[in-house]
């Protein structure tokens, strides 16, 4: 079935670890997209994409990173973890145009 | 970049009772608008959106309007029932390029 998914779901880790959120659409989609979102509040765009290759930073400062090497695949990595990263992160993608899809995000705590 | 505004942060509403979400936006290059309702712990979903070159769009208990001289655009849900009970955010997107969302509305419709 054409989704996105994203792993994993849930993730409690210590301050100071790596970490790399999954994201996978099976759609075809040239667009993708990193949000982050306190539980209810507003998105903030902190990466996207516009295809392989193709990566740019969002207006919300990140100390993420992101890559693209294939379409379907656009994951987002954390070098060192601190508590000021606790969120939940949704991945997204879009066709040219067409709205975007979400994942069902992946809620990280940092301890 | 384009800023979105979203009002009111929260509505509560008697069930078959109509609510009104509105939003501006300051960009009068964008020139789509999609909704979205998420509802907890879900990832967020497409509900209605609209493109600059239409004024309004319907479907069933929803629509959309859209003012550009104004720079604003409002969801309308009538006849509202519990499981419209949610978060709605808008977004403005030039060229379905970047989506800029709103702060939210978390609507509770009382049974």
């Known amino acids: 079935e054409a989704d996105i998914y994203q792993t994993p779901r849930y993730l409690v880790i210590g301050t100071g670890k790596k970490i790399t959120l999954e994201c996978s659409q099976t759609m075809g989609h040239d667009k993708m997209y990193w949000y982050q979102q306190d539980p209810g509040m507003e998105l903030h765009l902190i990466h996207y994409?516009?295809?392989?290759?193709?990566?740019e930073k969002g207006d919300l400062s990140s100390e993420s990173t992101v890559s693209r090497i294939r379409t379907e695949h656009f994951p987002l990595t954390l070098e060192s973890a601190r508590p000021s990263h606790t969120s939940q992160y949704l991945c997204a993608s879009s066709e040219y145009s067409e709205t975007q899809y979400f994942g069902p995000g992946t809620r990280l705590l940092v301890l | 970049g384009e800023n979105v505004e979203q009002h009111p942060s929260t509505l509560s509403v008697q069930e078959g009772d109509s609510a009104v979400i509105k939003c501006t936006y300051s960009d009068s290059a964008s020139n789509y608008f999609p909704w979205y309702k998420q509802e907890l712990g879900k990832r967020p979903q497409l509900i209605i959106d609209i493109r600059s070159n239409v004024g309004e769009k319907k479907d069933q208990r929803i629509a959309v309007t859209l003012n550009k001289t104004a720079k604003h655009f409002s969801l309308h849900i009538t006849e509202t029932q519990p499981e419209d009970s949610a978060v709605y955010f808008c977004?403005?997107?030039?060229?379905?390029?970047?989506?800029?969302f709103g702060s939210g509305t978390k609507l509770n419709v009382k049974p």
């Open positions: 994409s516009y295809g392989v290759n193709s990566t």
């Open positions: 977004a403005a997107s030039l060229g379905f390029n970047k989506f800029y």
